[in-house]
C-alpha cells in the first residue's frame, strides 16, 4: 500500500514511536539479545560471530574484505578480530605481497567451531515466530533499504 509522500515543508513527527530508526534500533537489540546466550558456551559476541560467519563463507580474507562484507572500519573490526585471535579462533599475518595489508585466517579451532555453531540460524528462527516467507521478505526489504541509504546525502554526511 502506497502512501502520499508528505508535502516539502510539512513536519515530520518527532514521536519516538514514530521512527523507522528506533523500530530498526530496538530490533537490532533485541535480535543481539536473542543470540547472547546460544553463542556464550561458543566463547563469540555477536560482532565476533558475524565475523567467524564471513570467515566460515571464505577463509583467508584481507581486514578491508571482512569490513566491507559487514560494513565495519579497520578501527571498529582489528580490536575485534585481536580478541578472536587471542581465543585461538584465527590467526593475521601481514600480506606478502602487500604488507599494509592484514591477512585474517581461520585456525583449526576456527574451523571447528563452525560445526557447534550450525544450529543457531534455526534457534533464531523459531525465537522470531516468522515463517520462512515472512523472514525472506523482511531480509530483502531490509537489504533494499540498506542499498537505498548507501550513497545518499544522508550516507555522505556521516
Not at 516539502?8 to 523500530?23: G, H, I, K, M, T
Not at 559487514?70 to 600480506?95: I, N
Not at 557447534?116 to 523472514?135: D, N
Request: hydrophobic letters at 40%; glycine letters at 6%.
Amino acid at each position: 500500500m502506497k502512501t502520499a509522500a508528505p508535502e516539502a515543508n510539512a513536519p515530520l513527527s518527532l514521536r519516538l514511536e514514530d521512527q523507522l530508526c528506533f523500530a530498526l534500533h530496538s530490533t537490532a537489540l533485541k535480535m543481539t539479545q536473542a543470540y547472547r546466550p546460544l553463542l556464550e558456551p561458543l566463547g563469540l559476541t555477536y560482532p565476533q560471530y558475524l565475523v567467524m560467519l564471513v570467515l566460515w563463507q571464505a577463509d583467508r580474507q584481507t581486514v578491508s574484505e571482512i569490513g566491507a562484507r559487514l560494513y565495519l572500519d579497520s578501527a571498529t573490526l582489528t580490536p575485534m578480530l585481536k580478541r578472536l585471535e587471542a581465543q585461538g579462533f584465527v590467526a593475521r599475518a601481514r600480506s606478502e605481497d602487500d604488507e599494509r595489508q592484514v591477512i585474517v585466517s581461520l585456525t583449526g579451532t576456527g574451523r571447528s567451531l563452525r560445526r557447534r555453531a550450525q544450529a543457531l540460524p534455526y534457534q533464531v528462527f523459531c525465537a522470531t515466530g516468522c515463517s520462512p516467507e515472512e523472514i525472506a521478505l523482511i531480509k530483502a526489504r531490509l537489504e533494499t533499504l540498506r542499498e537505498h541509504l548507501i550513497g545518499s546525502p544522508v550516507d555522505a554526511v556521516g
